[in-house]
């Protein structure tokens, strides 16, 4: 499939993708829209750690401590200012900073893989354990008390830019989402696209020769973390908004590991499997805790280890893969089929004057 191919495929699934953010508030009840809310929130978080994981090379173990920096942001922020707008600005900074200062200890200080995964896991259970300690009223920021292990409650939700008083609706907080969701997608399709991407792809698949190229990979890869860190900051915000209510738990080591399945499952190294990975699971566990049959993250390991071991590469690489090896099969029968009209005796090409 050529370039032009591609971009007009992807142009075409992000038309169909604003038209169904569009018109699903219609066709939906309230109920069922603010889960697909929920879904698209948490479907941003997983495109964050889908770029710097898939297209990076940088595995974090501690993505939620962005989610849960950007979420905590968004509260104090939108307590105090009384207004979402500069809030969500401040949801995104906040962890991209935060991304920046702890990449430029990990990756300028030359530490390994391995020790980055430990690191940014602990890094999430410090935070978790900072923000659980802090119930007492001395933890105040502004007019917004932090709650310790109570969390913030009646966090304002979103409003219009800058009219505090106009307080968006279920259906327009699903417009928003949905639409951050697109954004973002569309965002890492251009950066990938870009000169920058590029670089950061090369890096992933060999420093050494990005180096010898002129390259820096320590800076490479912190441009790739901090613009994670800023995605799932973003996350973060949206979460918040939809349960009017932050507290602790967003730093959770198991959501931290639910996004790794996500990724395995919709496909490392894309965009689009992520975020099907990402509604697939939320789906189900949504379903397994309505009817309380059976235990979440028990069918969630199931769920992993029969992916890893049938389909290692993850739902949308498995299926490239069948699509690319249907084609050409299909491709190979056409011209066998062509071959054999324009010979049908199968004589072949005789030298000229040959009896």
Same mark, same amino acid.
């Given at each position: 499939?050529?370039?032009?191919?591609?971009?007009?495929?992807?142009?075409?699934?992000?038309? =169909?993708?604003?038209?169904?953010?569009?018109?699903?508030?219609?066709?939906?009840?309230?109920?069922?829209?603010?889960?697909?809310?929920?879904?698209?929130?948490?479907?941003?978080?997983?495109?964050?750690? =889908?770029?710097?994981?898939?297209?990076?090379?940088?595995?974090?173990?501690?993505?939620?401590?962005?989610?849960?920096?950007?979420?905590?942001?968004?509260?104090?922020?939108?307590?105090?200012?009384?207004?979402?707008?500069?809030?969500?600005?401040?949801?995104?900074?906040?962890?991209?900073?935060?991304?920046?200062?702890?990449?430029?200890?990990?990756?300028?200080?030359?530490?390994?893989?391995?020790?980055?995964?430990?690191?940014?896991?602990?890094?999430?259970?410090?935070?978790?354990?900072?923000?659980?300690?802090?119930?007492?009223?001395?933890?105040?920021?502004?007019?917004?008390?932090?709650?310790?292990?109570?969390?913030?409650?009646?966090?304002?939700?979103?409003?219009?830019?800058?009219?505090?008083?106009?307080?968006?609706?279920?259906?327009?907080?699903?417009?928003?989402?949905?639409?951050?969701?697109?954004?973002?997608?569309?965002?890492?399709?251009?950066?990938?696209?870009?000169?920058?991407?590029?670089?950061?792809?090369?890096?992933?698949?060999?420093?050494?020769?990005?180096?010898?190229?002129?390259?820096?990979?320590?800076?490479?890869?912190?441009?790739?973390?901090?613009?994670?860190?800023?995605?799932?900051?973003?996350?973060? =915000?949206?979460?918040?908004?939809?349960?009017?209510?932050?507290?602790?738990?967003?730093?959770?080591?198991?959501?931290?590991?639910?996004?790794?399945?996500?990724?395995?499952?919709?496909?490392?190294?894309?965009?689009?499997?992520?975020?099907?990975?990402?509604?697939?699971?939320?789906?189900?566990?949504?379903?397994?805790?309505?009817?309380?049959?059976?235990?979440?993250?028990?069918?969630?390991?199931?769920?992993?280890?029969?992916?890893?071991?049938?389909?290692?590469?993850?739902?949308?690489?498995?299926?490239?893969?069948?699509?690319?090896?249907?084609?050409?099969?299909?491709?190979?029968?056409?011209?066998?089929?062509?071959?054999?009209?324009?010979?049908?005796?199968?004589?072949?090409?005789?030298?000229?004057?040959?009896?």
């Amino acid at each position: 499939m050529s370039d032009m191919q591609t971009i007009i495929l992807q142009s075409i699934a992000v038309l =169909a993708a604003v038209v169904i953010v569009a018109i699903l508030p219609s066709h939906m009840d309230l109920f069922a829209l603010m889960q697909v809310t929920l879904f698209a929130a948490m479907g941003v978080l997983s495109l964050s750690l =889908a770029f710097i994981w898939g297209f990076g090379g940088i595995l974090s173990f501690g993505q939620t401590a962005f989610f849960g920096l950007g979420g905590y942001a968004y509260a104090i922020a939108a307590i105090n200012f009384g207004d979402s707008t500069n809030a969500i600005l401040l949801a995104v900074l906040v962890p991209a900073l935060f991304a920046g200062a702890l990449g430029y200890f990990v990756f300028y200080g030359r530490i390994s893989e391995v020790y980055l995964g430990v690191i940014t896991l602990t890094v999430t259970l410090v935070l978790f354990n900072v923000v659980n300690s802090t119930s007492s009223d001395a933890y105040t920021i502004g007019t917004a008390r932090l709650g310790g292990f109570n969390g913030i409650p009646a966090v304002p939700t979103f409003n219009m830019p800058y009219q505090p008083e106009q307080i968006l609706s279920p259906e327009a907080s699903w417009w928003v989402t949905g639409g951050a969701l697109i954004a973002v997608y569309c965002l890492m399709r251009l950066v990938l696209a870009s000169p920058f991407g590029r670089v950061a792809v090369a890096v992933r698949e060999n420093e050494t020769r990005a180096a010898l190229l002129g390259y820096d990979p320590r800076l490479v890869k912190l441009g790739v973390f901090v613009l994670g860190g800023a995605i799932a900051g973003l996350a973060g =915000a949206l979460y918040v908004n939809w349960g009017a209510f932050v507290g602790p738990t967003i730093f959770s080591l198991s959501l931290s590991a639910e996004i790794i399945i996500w990724i395995t499952i919709g496909g490392l190294g894309t965009l689009i499997g992520p975020i099907l990975g990402c509604f697939l699971i939320q789906y189900l566990v949504s379903q397994i805790g309505s009817q309380q049959t059976f235990n979440a993250n028990l069918v969630l390991g199931i769920i992993l280890v029969a992916f890893v071991l049938l389909l290692p590469k993850g739902i949308v690489p498995t299926l490239r893969d069948g699509l690319s090896g249907l084609r050409h099969r299909l491709g190979s029968r056409s011209r066998s089929k062509t071959a054999a009209l324009a010979d049908p005796q199968g004589l072949g090409a005789r030298p000229l004057g040959a009896k």
